[in-house]
T-cell receptor
């Protein structure tokens, strides 16, 4: 069974600093997708970034990048130049298979707080 | 990007009543939708997979008679919490995909409080 682990319940970072949120995963599948979502206090799930298991390059989306280390089964999210608005819960998730109609399994989440 | 609309965003109901939550894909057809439940300070847990035109697939431990799912069209799935009790109070959120690999689209979520 697939599993996602986020070992940091909370992170506190100074504004404008970079922050890395850890995520490790476990799957026996060769094809899978890894996601990061941001959940502010309103509850909505905001998609940040996606990495496919066969993607050779690390995914980047603006200030977000995903440090994908396949051999170590880790998919850490890096946020550069953090902003106050980045304060939220962050979830790492995995989908087995590469097509869309597969369920996501989520990690426990990391609460990120950006201090001014 | 694609939009998924969930309604209502919050609801308060009396114990013993039923509550229906709608999840709509606004600009794409979704043959599959997913319903998640999230307790305070916890992660999202998949409840069931909603398949258009067929019965939903429930995760282990989820009562299918308690949480009725109907996916009658390619753009609408509904979750009905029947005979709600205070322990059903939670945040329910749906997601849908257009079968593209890179994103799962989420509704805004519904905060259910049973009193």
């Amino acid at each position: 069974a697939q599993k996602i682990t986020q070992t940091q319940p909370g992170m506190f970072v100074q504004e404008k600093e970079a922050v890395t949120l850890d995520c490790t995963y476990d799957t026996s599948d060769q094809s899978y997708g890894l996601f990061w979502y941001k959940q502010p206090s309103s509850g909505e799930m905001i998609f940040l970034i996606y990495q496919g298991s066969y993607d050779e390059q690390n995914a980047t989306e603006g200030r977000y990048s995903l440090n994908f280390q396949k051999a170590r089964k880790s998919a850490n999210l890096v946020i550069s130049a953090s902003q106050l608005g980045d304060s939220a819960m962050y979830f790492c998730a995995m989908r087995e298979g590469i097509q869309g109609a597969q369920k996501l399994v989520f990690g426990q989440g990391t609460r990120l707080t950006i201090n001014p | 990007g694609a939009v998924v609309s969930q309604h209502p965003s919050w609801v308060i109901c009396k114990s013993g009543t039923s509550v229906k939550i709608e999840c709509r894909s606004l600009d794409f057809q979704a043959t599959t939708m997913f319903w998640y439940r999230q307790f305070p300070k916890q992660s999202l847990m998949l409840m069931a997979t909603s398949n258009e035109g067929s019965k939903a697939t429930y995760e282990q431990g989820v009562e299918k008679d308690k949480f009725l799912i109907n996916h009658a069209s390619l753009t609408l799935s509904t979750l009905t919490v029947t005979s709600a009790h205070p322990e059903d109070s939670s945040f329910y959120i749906c997601s849908a995909t257009n079968n593209g690999p890179t994103e799962a689209f989420f509704g805004q979520g519904t905060r259910l409080t049973v009193v």
